[in-house]
Structure formats: structure tokens, C-alpha cells
């Protein structure tokens, strides 16, 4: 029996208003507004490596294998500051997130500075808005340590073990599984 005992009332099903609003934050941080989605869900991800979310990590990975990343790629994120894979842009914004996503918050003026050299005010507040998103699902997932669905679980034992990647303590009895990665299932929309 799992030592997380009867986890699942805990969810955020259990709290309707609570999920629609949590959907709609969800979708209005994601959308493509002046950075791609696909970018989001790595800074995303990056924030869940750095906080040490397990389900939110394979979540974002996952995701971003579904929007057609390839696996390299994706797996890159975990080494981000030495792949050629990513642009000084880019890295530029992982650090700033990665350093959001630390408990306590290690953001400095220098990862703004950086920032600033690639990104305008507008993506900025996106980059910062996807770190916190991500915080707030990764306290949420990490505390109660939610179960994550099969589909994720499978994909990530798969494509991240080489990056270090375990399920931990969000793998869950049978009863407990989940139907599929959120965006299978409808949790989110955007």
C-alpha cells in the first residue's frame, strides 16, 4: 500500500471552481502569445527540473514530445547550458527560470540583464509567468505527490532515464492510475 494514503482526495477535481480556474491559467500562460507554446513547455519543464517535480517533469517533457519535439531535444533541457541545441536566447531564459524555480527564489538582477539582451518586456513577464505556473503545479503535484498517469510515466521512463529521470513518489496503485497525460483527457484545452 502506498505511504500516500488515499492521495486522490486531495485532488483538485474535489475542488471544481478551483480546477476551472486553475484550466483557465493554465491556457492563458501557454497561449502563444509573444513566445511559442513550445518554448513555454520547456521553460516549464526546465522550472519542474529545477524544483525537482517528478510528474510536472515528465508532464512537460511529455508535452513537448506530442507537439513534435524531438527526444534529443527535450532531453537537452536537463544539460541545456551546454547543448548547441539551444541558442544563447534561449539559455538565457532557462537560467532565469531555473533560478525562479529554486526554493528560495535565486533570480538575479544579472538573470534579467541577460534576458534583456534576446527578449522584450512583454516576453519576459511570459517567461517569468510560465516559472510561476509551474511552481504553483509543481508545490500542488509535489505535496500531495500525485500519481501520474501511465502515458507520461511510460514516455518519460523511456526517453529521460538517460537525464536521470525517475517516477519517485508518484507512482501509484492501480486504482489510483490515472486515464492519460492531462491534455489526453481534457484537463486542459489551450
Known amino acids: 500500500m502506498s505511504e500516500y494514503h488515499d492521495r486522490q482526495e486531495f485532488e483538485l477535481d474535489h475542488w ?3 480546477r476551472v480556474k486553475v484550466n483557465e491559467l493554465v491556457n492563458l500562460v ?5 513566445i511559442p507554446r513550445e518554448f513555454k513547455s520547456m521553460l516549464f519543464t526546465m522550472a ?5 517535480c517528478t510528474h510536472c517533469q515528465s508532464h512537460g517533457a511529455f508535452s513537448l514530445n506530442r507537439m513534435g519535439v524531438e527526444t534529443e531535444r527535450i532531453q537537452a533541457i536537463w544539460e541545456y547550458e551546454t547543448s548547441d541545441l539551444f541558442t544563447d536566447a534561449e539559455r538565457a531564459a532557462l537560467d532565469l527560470v531555473r533560478a525562479a524555480a529554486q526554493l528560495p527564489n535565486a533570480a538575479r538582477p544579472e ?5 534583456r539582451e534576446h527578449y522584450s518586456n512583454e516576453q ?6 510560465s516559472a510561476c505556473l509551474a ?3 509543481n508545490r500542488w503535484n509535489d505535496t500531495i505527490a500525485t500519481v501520474t498517469d501511465q502515458e507520461s510515466v511510460d514516455w518519460a521512463t523511456e526517453n529521460l532515464s538517460s537525464v536521470g529521470w525517475k517516477v519517485g513518489k508518484h507512482v501509484g496503485e492501480a486504482h489510483e492510475q490515472r486515464k ?11
Open 30 to 34: 501557454n497561449s502563444a502569445r509573444t
Open 111 to 115: 538573470h534579467f540583464d541577460a534576458v
Open 124 to 129: 519576459i513577464i511570459e517567461i517569468v509567468a
Open 180 to 190: 492519460g497525460h492531462p491534455s489526453s483527457v481534457g484537463w486542459t484545452k489551450g
Open 16 to 18: 471544481p471552481e478551483l
Open 48 to 52: 519542474s527540473v529545477s524544483s525537482g
Open 135 to 137: 511552481g504553483w503545479l
